[in-house]
T-cell receptor
Framework: QKEVEQNSGPLSVPEGAIASLNCTYS??????FFWYRQYSGKSPELIMF????GDKEDGRFTAQLNKASQYVSLLIRDSQPSDSATYLC????????????FGSGTQLTVLP | NAGVTQTPKFQVLKTGQSMTLQCAQD?????MYWYRQDPGMGLRLIYY???????DKGEVPNGYNVSRLNKREFSLRLESAAPSQTSVYFC???????????FGPGTRLTVL
């Protein structure tokens, strides 16, 4: 069973701070990693994805991969109250190009 | 473009009743997916379809059937609903690159 684990939180940070979200995965051969944001009562929407060969920065968001320790992180700089949501990590494992395995999500609250 | 649409938005069934959840996408995507989301469990893949005419089981297929009617539509059927199938069901689609799954608004199903 290929697993993706996230701390369910809730994680609270003050407005303007850096929020750090982490996700661990069990399959060392995993090839790509995704972060989705889900507002309460809404559907998930993709924030960003990275491949196994590097990190990525997009505006206030940075996704980083640590292959040796098998975890991926999402950093949100200058956090805003509108960033308050559940963040889902998803992994495309080796041998399953069309499937993603999702973690259970981390609930983030940004306090004004 | 409507993206991914799902009907109905809400449904209440009694144990043993059957129903079909409908999903359609207008993005000309080949791949389509059905997930269920339960509190604390994240998104779990029920079935997916890589292209018109093909379907494959995901992590939790028992109690469900699917039909890829054409490229646009992918339906999920519960033949004999059980309380354990109370959940929020999301349909998603993805293009050739498979780098982003676009989610529908979800169907909130309660089985009494």
């Amino acid at each position: 069973q290929k697993e993706v684990e996230q701390n369910s939180g809730p994680l609270s940070v003050p407005e303007g701070a850096i929020a750090s979200l982490n996700c661990t995965y069990s399959d060392r051969g995993s090839q790509s990693f995704f972060w989705y944001r889900q507002y309460s009562g809404k559907s998930p929407e993709l924030i960003m994805f990275i491949y196994s060969n590097g990190d990525k920065e997009d505006g206030r968001f940075t996704a980083q991969l640590n292959k040796a320790s098998q975890y991926v992180s999402l950093l949100i700089r200058d956090s805003q109250p509108s960033d308050s949501a559940t963040y889902l990590c998803a992994v495309r494992h080796s041998g399953s190009a069309r499937q993603l395995t999702f973690g259970s999500g981390t609930q983030l609250t940004v306090l004004p | 473009n409507a993206g991914v649409t799902q009907t109905p938005k809400f449904q209440v069934l009694k144990t043993g009743q059957s129903m079909t959840l409908q999903c359609a996408q207008d993005m000309n995507h080949n791949s389509m997916y059905w997930y269920r989301q339960d509190p604390g469990m994240g998104l779990r893949l029920i079935y997916y379809s890589a292209s018109e005419g093909t379907t494959d089981k995901g992590e939790v297929p028992n109690g469900y059937n699917v039909s890829r009617l054409n490229k646009r539509e992918f339906s999920l059927r519960l033949e004999s609903a059980a309380p354990s199938q109370t959940s929020v069901y999301f349909c998603a689609s993805a293009g050739i690159a498979l780098n982003e799954q676009f989610f529908g608004p979800g169907t909130r199903l309660t089985v009494l």
